[in-house]
């Protein structure tokens, strides 16, 4: 299986500001033929079910902010959140969909400082 | 618009049956996987397996193989997720998601399972 791992578990920021979480997967996550990063990132707000933010490492699903960007290749990716709002408070969690069984990251849980 | 609609919460007893259900609609059902994820109090996601209803062709995480079946009812446009003997330790919330092969479009609103003597 393909390991995730996220960093920090948890982090607080101030409003406004940016918030980075980072995901490093065990072996890459690059398709060579389709040339795309099989990752994803989600959003899981308090009480609720998560939802998509990220595919393909860096595009947006429709209708989330600009403020929200998914970069990296490999195995190695980064999900910058800039000026932080109250509404951003929530667990952030990466994903592989390379391989079965899909994996997730053990979580980033985004706090207001 | 994908809508995923499951089943209510429920309460069982250690080694009980228990069958629980996520109803599709807005979209073609045979032709996204459907699939569940287990979320224990307190804790992250796990991926437990994934039907396509249009052929039955499921794959289930190997943490969850021979304890769950999954299955698709293309009639009803629901699939489910059972469970032939359960433990304490099955307590949790289980999500359905939908897919078209790669990433969740779309996540139900969750089914807490709460098993206890």
């Known amino acids: 299986d393909i390991v995730m791992t996220q960093s920090p578990d948890s982090l607080a920021v101030s409003l406004g500001e940016w918030a980075t979480i980072n995901c490093k997967s065990s072996?890459?996550?690059?398709?060579?033929?389709?040339?795309?990063?099989?990752l994803a990132w989600y959003r899981q707000k308090p009480g609720q079910p998560p939802e998509v933010l990220i595919y393909?490492?860096?595009d947006r699903e429709s209708g989330v902010p600009d403020r929200f960007r998914g970069s990296g290749s490999g195995t190695d990716f980064t999900l910058t959140i800039s000026s932080l709002q109250a509404e951003d408070v929530a667990v952030y969690y990466c994903?592989?969909?390379?391989?079965?069984?899909?994996?997730f990251g053990q979580g980033t849980k985004l706090e207001i400082k | 618009e994908i809508q995923l609609v499951q089943s209510g919460a429920e309460m069982k007893k250690p080694g009980e049956s228990l069958k629980i259900s996520c109803k599709a609609s807005?979209?073609?059902?045979?032709?996204?996987?459907i699939g569940w994820v287990r979320q224990m109090p307190g804790k992250g996601l796990e991926w437990m397996g994934i039907?396509?209803?249009?052929?039955?062709?499921?794959r289930y995480s190997p943490s969850f193989q021979g304890h769950v079946t999954l299955s698709a009812d293309m009639s009803v446009e629901t699939a489910y997720l059972q469970w032939s003997n359960l433990k304490a330790s099955d307590s949790a919330v289980y999500y359905c998601?939908?897919?078209?092969?790669?990433?969740?479009?779309?996540w139900g609103q969750g089914t807490l399972v709460t098993v206890s003597s």
């Open positions: 807005g979209y073609t059902f045979t032709y996204k996987w």
């Open positions: 994903q592989q969909y390379l391989t079965t069984p899909q994996t």
């Open positions: 393909w490492a860096s």
């Open positions: 072996q890459s996550l690059l398709h060579g033929s389709k040339n795309q990063n099989y």
């Open positions: 998601v939908v897919s078209g092969g790669n990433w969740f479009e779309m």
């Open positions: 039907i396509y209803p249009r052929d039955s062709d499921t």
